[in-house]
């Protein structure tokens, strides 16, 4: 059992011990940001065989994950230790995250090499940049920052302070306004988290080593930033908040907040772009000198393995876009499945060359032989619809009409559950006239909008042409769809 408790302040020298000392340069691994966090995300850790460990529950309220363990050497030993804790205390599979290539090749060096899928999201790579680069944006590539820089420094009386207690009001004043500008309902609970972790980091200044830079136009707070240390060389930029108003104002906070820094720390994170087009454009024109990646690596069941393993048989597809879609959309609720018992596979002596007789009521395993995932979207009218997906047969099971019975049981699952329609895509002609049989019809353009950048469709949107059955008299086939999971 793993000695997890909740992380607090009086944690800080004993974390930092591990996390000041590594080569990781994940923000994540900030003392700051885990405890600034900290009751977002239920944050606790431990210190196993020298390692340090920190589980959280991902989105805050269900999905518990794990940090890389940070240490010395190979940590590859305390997997077990974690899938024991995963499964006893959530009842959950094993997630790791922040996984660096390291930490990556510690698990694919160990027997559980076979057992994970992983994902490298793009949008969770952290910006490094060169802390010099930042200071002097010399070169042609840094043009256009110098200019805006100059546009602010030419068009306006300003000052530059360092971020201590007597701007906190300003700077809660200046957040309140930029989130009050911004009403989408999922970016305003996204936003009231950031805000108390902004008060956290106020309320806990001295404590967690935070530095931070104002700009003050005349009396007016333009803009404030702030961050703390992740190791001996790396500092981290939790939060920036600007004024637009005032041009070239962010220029101007990133320029002199890297020029106030100390010249020890020779990278500065930015953080993720969290898959937003405008903030990695952004992100992407102060050239960052690496994108440190944070792997998800997903301890699979065993139906998982046999869905991978017919997927790739059927589709060919390769271990990246498999993996992607067991780790963010594979659901056992939403597979539809027929197995059959298959008798326990020979082993073999040493040589690998006499195969030993089946033992007598020797055990049977599950082989997977159709599938079909009926999977849940809906239309931006809030309309539910099914989309059928991944629907594979074995080549040894196929002319049994195991798929014809999956596909049924999807339509009598979606008038079960009130879905208004079912959607697919057909590969080619011939399978376009198996669903046709079956009361499918149309060509509707379609675009499927989902998490982790997964592209439901075929890769090419000009192909993604569903076909539409509808199972509501309410619902009429559109001339083109929009498809949102989740």
């Known amino acids: 059992m793993i000695p997890f408790k909740p992380v607090e302040l009086s944690d800080k020298a004993t974390i930092e011990r591990y996390t000041l000392n590594s080569e990781c340069r994940n923000c994540d691994m900030a003392f700051a940001n885990i405890f600034c966090w900290r009751e977002f995300h239920h944050t606790a850790w431990a210190v196993v065989d020298e390692f340090l460990i920190i589980r959280f529950l991902i989105d805050g309220h269900h999905t518990v994950g794990y940090m890389q363990p940070i240490g010395e050497g190979d940590f590859s030993h305390l997997l077990p230790l974690l899938e024991q804790d995963a499964r006893e205390h959530f009842g959950q599979q094993l997630r790791l995250y922040g996984l660096c290539r390291e930490g990556r090749g510690c698990i694919t060096g160990s027997p559980y090499h076979n057992r994970f899928a992983y994902d490298d999201d793009r949008s969770l790579s952290d910006y490094i940049y060169s802390a010099e680069d930042l200071r002097s944006l010399t070169g042609r590539k840094y043009q256009p920052k110098r200019n805006h820089l100059n546009r602010f420094t030419n068009s306006y ?126 992100k992407l024109s102060y050239y960052p000198t690496l994108l440190w990646p944070k792997t998800t690596a997903l301890l699979l069941s065993e139906e998982q393995r046999a869905c991978k393993a017919l997927w790739q048989e059927v589709f060919g597809d390769d271990d990246a876009f498999v993996d992607r879609f067991l780790i963010h959309h594979f659901s056992s609720e939403q597979m539809l499945r027929i197995e059959e018992d298959r008798p326990e596979p020979a082993t073999f002596d040493n040589e690998g060359e006499t195969p030993e007789p089946p033992k007598h009521n020797s055990p049977k395993y599950r082989k997977l032989l159709s599938m079909l995932h009926l999977i849940g979207f809906h239309t931006p009218e809030g309309e539910r619809v099914g989309y059928i997906y991944g629907v594979a047969t074995a080549p040894e099971a196929r002319g049994r009409g195991l798929a014809t019975r999956l596909l049924q049981e999807a339509i009598r699952r979606g008038q079960t559950e009130g879905l208004k329609a079912l959607i697919l895509i057909p590969a080619d002609d011939q399978v376009r006239s198996f669903y046709a049989r079956h009361g499918f019809t149309g060509e509707v353009p379609t675009r499927f909008l989902a998490t982790a950048d997964f592209d439901f469709g075929t890769g090419t949107p000009d192909h993604d042409r569903a076909m539409v059955l509808p199972l509501s008299a309410e619902f009429s086939i559109p001339a083109e769809l929009e498809l949102h999971k989740g």
């Not at 950031?194 to 080593?209: G, K, P, S, T, V």
């Not at 935070?210 to 404030?224: D, K, N, T």
């Not at 939790?238 to 907040?257: C, P, Q």
């Not at 010249?263 to 952004?282: C, H, K, P, Q, V």
Request: overall charge negative; proline content about 2%; glycine content about 6%.
């Open 157 to 282: 009386d300003y000052r530059y302070e360092p971020l201590s207690p007597h701007h906190f009001a300003d700077c809660l004043q200046l957040e309140a306004a930029w989130r009050t500008a911004r009403t989408s309902e999922t970016d305003s609970e996204a936003m009231r988290h950031e805000q108390r972790a902004l008060r956290e980091a106020f309320d806990h200044w001295e404590a967690l080593d935070l530095r931070g830079g104002v700009i003050y136009v005349g009396e007016q707070l333009a803009a404030f930033t702030y961050g703390s240390q992740i190791n001996y060389d790396t500092f981290d930029c939790h939060i920036e908040k600007a004024d637009t108003r005032y041009e070239g104002i962010f220029a101007a906070i990133n320029k002199l907040f890297a020029d106030h820094l100390p010249a020890t720390f020779t990278y500065i994170n930015r953080e993720e772009d969290m898959g937003l087009e405008g903030l990695r454009r952004s």
